[in-house]
């Protein structure tokens, strides 16, 4: 079974300009997050989806970030414009439902901004 | 924010040695994951523990909820360099569906 799929890697880009990230889930898995997770420290949640639906942005800094899941399956994280303080390890993971333990992650993108 | 406090930040012990890390919030959780991440890789799940007091043994790794449900333990026996990595503790609290949130890490490294 493939796990979940992020991509780019890595990603260097100049700020002021926009950057997105694209997650694959496990196949089956309603529930998909994405966090933030800066060096050494543990993950900050972003965004979490039940199916399409955002059902968690709280933390989402919406004024240059955005996300999407249209059909319920893969999932688009954007930043517009980067700024220094987002470089970061961009994380993706996924469970089967809400309520379910354990979730699945990805490898991540390091997004450094210069 | 991060609701979980985790100690130490940092461990540097040598192979053969024993260890414990540290999970401390002032909230109750419904239960409580511990998370093993190596540079460069996402976080994998090693453990979930969901009623207070529950002890899990997982080879040389011993996993303590407390009684509270407020902290957690992970003790390891006898490192290896291969333990070696980022270890996270997430907690979930009630009513927000397992919305798990991570704790501030504790980064291991075991000398050969």
């Known amino acids: 079974e493939a796990g979940v799929v992020q991509s780019p890697r890595y990603k260097i880009i100049e700020k002021k300009q926009p950057v997105a990230f694209w997650c694959n889930p496990i196949?089956?898995?309603?529930?998909l997050y994405w966090y933030r997770q800066n060096l050494g420290q543990g993950p900050e949640l972003l965004i979490r989806y039940e199916n399409e639906e955002a059902v968690d942005d709280s933390q989402l800094p919406k004024d240059r970030f955005s996300a999407e899941r249209l059909k319920g399956v893969d999932s688009t994280l954007k930043i517009q414009p980067a700024e220094l303080g987002d470089s970061a390890v961009y994380l993706c993971?996924?469970?089967?439902?809400?309520?379910?333990?354990?979730?699945?992650f990805g490898s991540g993108t390091r997004l450094t901004v210069v | 924010t991060q609701l979980l406090e985790q100690s130490p930040q940092f461990l540097s012990i040598q192979e053969g040695e024993n260890l414990t890390v540290y999970c401390n919030s002032s909230s109750v959780f419904s239960s409580l994951q511990w998370y093993r991440q190596e540079p460069g890789e996402g976080p994998v799940l090693l453990v979930t523990?969901?009623?207070?007091?529950e002890v899990k043994k997982l080879k040389r790794l011993t996993f303590q909820f407390g009684d509270a449900r407020k902290d957690s333990s992970l003790h390891i026996t006898a490192a290896q360099p291969g333990d070696t990595g980022l270890y996270l503790c997430a907690g979930a609290r009630a009513g927000t569906g397992n919305q798990f949130y991570f704790g501030t890490g504790t980064s291991l490294t075991v000398i050969p």
């Open positions: 523990v969901v009623t207070g007091g």
């Open positions: 993971a996924s469970s089967p439902r809400t309520g379910s333990y354990g979730y699945t």
């Open positions: 196949s089956g898995h309603n529930t």
